[in-house]
């Protein structure tokens, strides 16, 4: 008797639904899939339009979102020939650890933003800057707001770091990364799977260590953005 109660309910549910099914116009019918298909089409075309961003207008929207977010320093790295980048007396005496650099990568669709350390860090440390904030968080912004991954590797010059909380280059490079990552994570809510994070302490300078102005060069941290695949 219960089986059979069940399936008479059953069967009175689907009835109710055929007869409310067959008292609506077809005029509604026709404006409430009009009204679907219009939101699916609008979705797909705002969907389209994050996948087709092209490498040079995700750099300057990048680049928008750090002058917005108060970022004066900004430089274009592959517009500075290595000569002068090198040089002490030229327009390099701005990159000495205290801009922000825009490297785009020749081999990808793929394009860097690389912070001096002195910017984000103390020097042997890895506590966040509080004016350097609102850069990151542009940055985050842009990350959330889009479909790029991003992949912060932090970098060290060739001089030994020894004291209390870092016993290598290495392990002073991670957590600074970490630091960025961690704060993409929490403050602006990225998704985990968009991010990584790496460390390669002095293995990969821009220039050779041997004057005080290249290692504050290589005193980096780079935040590389990749498009999805």
């Known amino acids: ?13 689907c009835f109710v639904l055929f007869l409310s099914m067959s008292s609506m116009s077809k005029k509604a019918l026709k404006t409430t899939f009009r009204n679907f298909d219009s939101t699916v089409s609008s979705l797909a075309r705002h969907d ?6 092209t490498p040079e207008a995700a750099v300057q929207e990048v680049l928008h979102g750090l002058q917005k977010a108060g970022a004066t320093s900004v ?3 592959d517009n500075l020939p290595e000569s002068e980048l090198g040089d002490p007396s ?19 669709n793929g394009f860097s933003v690389v912070f001096g350390d002195s910017i984000l860090f103390d020097s042997g440390g890895a506590d966040l800057h509080a004016e350097a ?6 940055l985050g912004n842009f990350i959330r ?3 790029y991954h991003a992949y912060v590797d932090g970098h060290t010059d060739a001089l ?11 392990n002073l490079a991670l957590a600074r990364s970490l630091a960025v990552l961690q704060f993409f994570l929490k403050n602006c809510q990225v998704a985990p799977d968009r991010l990584a994070a790496g460390a390669y302490g002095s293995s990969h300078p821009l220039l050779d260590n041997r004057t005080t102005v290249n290692r504050a060069i290589n005193r980096r941290v780079e935040i590389i953005f990749e498009p999805p695949v």
């Open 1 to 13: 008797m219960i089986t059979f109660s069940d399936l008479c309910t059953l069967l009175l549910t």
């Open 48 to 53: 389209a339009q994050q996948t087709c961003l």
């Open 75 to 77: 430089r274009d790295l």
């Open 90 to 108: 030229s327009e390099k005496g701005q990159f000495s650890g205290t801009a922000i650099w825009i490297k785009r990568d020749k081999n990808s």
């Open 133 to 138: 904030l609102p850069v990151l968080e542009a």
């Open 145 to 147: 707001s889009t479909e």
């Open 160 to 170: 030994s770091v020894h004291n209390e909380k870092f016993a290598t280059n290495e």
